[in-house]
């Protein structure tokens, strides 16, 4: 069994664009919330690690002020 051809991107919009546009309108939607999950699990995943360095204590607490001055330095 042989791997599916892969598509160009034009490809894929001619594909799309193929379609009625209430399938094109339903996949717009279903990559728009897709994307958005995406976006949310990496947040999700950043802010974990942030907390795990946080308990570790390679973070700290501070303000701009001390930021800036750290910046500077």
Known sequence: MHAPRTLTFQEA??????????QQ???LEI???RRLEQRRA???DRIA???REYRR???RRSTIDDLMKDLAE
Do not use: C, F, N, T
């Open 42 to 44: 990496a947040l999700a």
């Open 57 to 59: 204590g390679k973070v």
């Open 13 to 22: 919009l001619d594909l799309v664009e193929s379609q009625p546009e209430s």
């Open 31 to 33: 990559v728009r919330s």
């Open 49 to 51: 690690e942030a907390r």
């Open 25 to 27: 309108d339903d996949l």
